[in-house]
């Protein structure tokens, strides 16, 4: 699925080493800021250790991972809704986005410049905040005009749209985003339409220290406390740690690497599989001799959708999805068995897809 997160954040607070270490595509990265000009994308592996469970069990010629898209975006400075800098590329990389990844510098080092001089994760954040509300008071304010063209034949729809747009407005221009309203489903469609940049979820990665990956610090706790105001979440990663980790060679290398700054296991790991989240995504996974494979839906997706995403034929065609929840392969440990045990259910087009369901597709085309 062509679903995106952008990385976005001031110049030269990680960005750029992070997305390095999470796509291995080596963008530049560098002490100064605007290193970052045309977006770099990476497909990302998303790791799940459910795929790596059923591998062994059904020993497949091949494994294919669910993948998420990661875009670096070029650093924002304050001006940006105004075309400052790159303000104007940013801005409309980041609309093409469907999530936001924002990264704060949180770690003092006097070798690596800041745009303003000094570290203040909060005010970093306020200021790409402010930029991203100035360029949807601008979009805001044509979509009033135009519904004001729209309802003057005293249309109803368009009344109560114009009233949802005019609401979304007066709660920007007080200094919050358009993600902390609640909207109801057909509301959320309209937000949709437009576009809103602060509308599109979003998750906080404090870029810190070696001394602080496992504990944080100061700054940490200052962004943890804005985070939850806004009922966002919070992960703590050190950039130049996960590049350190990222340039070893082997899997021993990494393990060991790893057990000596006392880590489970990479922080990018954790932000893969955050990204996945706030893309409101879920895995399923198809299991035969050829391939094991973990395939992309929407949470909420049916099982036609699901099936969708394999090939299109077998959406239009779907007769029905035979479905073993994938704690009962693991117990039982073949498809086989799963059918011997009664734990296989056939389900019709109604089905909801759960996250970790082992899936086959009857179709018919």
Known sequence: M????????????????????????????????????????????????RLEKLESLVEPERVVPATVEIVDIAGLVKGASKGEGLGNKFLSNIRDTNA??????????????????????????????????????ETIEKRIDKLEKEGKGGDKTVKKKKELVEHIKSVIEQGKNARSIEFEEQEDLLIQDMHLLTAKPILYVCNVDEASVREGNKYVEQVKEMAASENAEVLVIGAKIESDIAELETYEERQLFLEDLQLAEPGVNKLIRA????????????????EVRAWTVKIGASAPQAAGVIHTDFEKGFIRAEVIKYADYVELGSEQACKDKGKMSIEGKEYIVKDGDVMHFRFNV
């Open 2 to 49: 062509a679903l995106q997160c952008g990385i976005v954040g001031l110049p030269n607070v990680g960005k750029s080493t992070l997305f390095n270490c999470l796509s291995n595509a080596k963008a530049q990265s560098a002490n100064f800021p605007f290193c970052t000009i045309e977006p770099n994308l990476g497909v990302i592996n998303v790791p799940d250790q």
């Open 275 to 290: 990204a996945y989240k706030i893309l409101n995504l879920q895995t399923f996974f198809t299991a035969g001799k050829k």
């Open 100 to 137: 936001i990844i924002h990264v704060l510098r949180c770690f003092d080092d006097g070798n690596v410049v800041h745009v303003d001089g000094n570290i203040d994760p909060i005010r970093d954040k306020e200021i790409i905040d402010t930029e991203l509300q100035l360029k949807d008071l």
